[in-house]
């Protein structure tokens, strides 16, 4: 069994074929699904597949950084409202949250203060967190080092950083989210999870973003989760079926899916 820890399913490229798609999940062995929330715009669709089948899917809710921008406290405040997490059912962490100087750093020192906001947040609430990071990992280590933050933990959700940046992760005490990147040429990721403890690893798809090889460049989805367990058993020369058990436990413990 496996649980793909970030997907996006309640997304629009899923609308004409969103139960054939789970369906498929479930075929595969994907036993539950994290949905992690984008920003105000997503909300309802989030809550409303969230509340289709609240033991299949759980709820990150959270503000992305490339949704930061000049309306960013008008964002804050509708999402971290009452309201706003009376709409969602399961919500295991906050996210997806972090930095992503890739696509525009114009409002960084706004995505720093969400960041922020929303660290010290989930820290309150004894929430994890999930982590989105693209050309900024230095930048959100600094964030996560200039509070107390103990207790705090989480997932750098696809991960691409090198060796080095998962040792800090993993010394943090937070885990690394492995997705369809592991199984492209030129990634870091096998050297990566090859030294660290795979009671470090989480599975991803990210979908619809992101999809494995042999389907890369296709819209991904939760059932190609397979092929990234496939591909670490490889890398890690361990049974699939560890790997599967192990991930699936890890992801249990860190967003207390073990009821
Ligand atoms: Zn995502």
Redesign the pocket.
């Known amino acids: 069994m496996l649980i793909d820890t970030?997907s996006?399913i309640y997304a629009e490229e899923f609308d004409l074929d969103r139960d054939e798609t789970i369906s498929r999940a479930k075929a595969a062995g994907v036993e539950h699904i994290v949905l992690?929330n984008i920003d105000s715009s997503s909300i309802e669709r989030l809550s409303s597949l969230a509340k289709s089948d609240a033991e299949y899917f759980s709820v990150a809710n959270g503000l992305?950084p490339t949704s930061v921008g000049a309306g960013y406290k008008a964002e804050l405040e509708y999402i971290y409202s009452d309201a706003t997490f009376a709409m969602l059912p399961n919500v295991v962490a906050i996210g997806?949250i972090g930095m992503d100087l890739y696509w525009d750093d114009t409002y960084q020192d706004e995505q720093k203060y969400v960041l922020d906001f929303q660290l010290s947040y989930a820290q309150e609430k004894g929430f994890p967190v999930i982590i989105?990071c693209r050309n900024a990992f230095s930048q959100i280590m600094d964030v996560m080092s200039a509070g107390d933050r103990n207790g705090l933990t989480g997932v750098f959700?696809?991960f691409s950083e090198d060796y080095e940046a998962a040792k800090r992760v993993v010394d943090m005490g937070f885990y690394i989210g492995v997705g369809g990147v592991l199984t492209y040429k030129k990634s870091l990721l096998p050297d990566v999870v090859s030294r660290i403890p795979l009671s470090a690893v989480l599975l991803e798809t990210?979908s619809p973003?992101l999809a494995p090889v042999p389907h890369r460049g296709k819209r991904n989805e939760s059932s190609f989760l397979t092929s990234v367990a496939e591909k670490l058993s490889l890398v890690l020369a361990r049974d699939c079926s560890e790997i599967c058990e192990i991930t699936t436990m890890n992801a249990k413990k860190l967003f207390g899916l073990l009821r």
């Open positions: 970030h996006h992690p992305h997806e989105h959700h696809c990210d973003y």
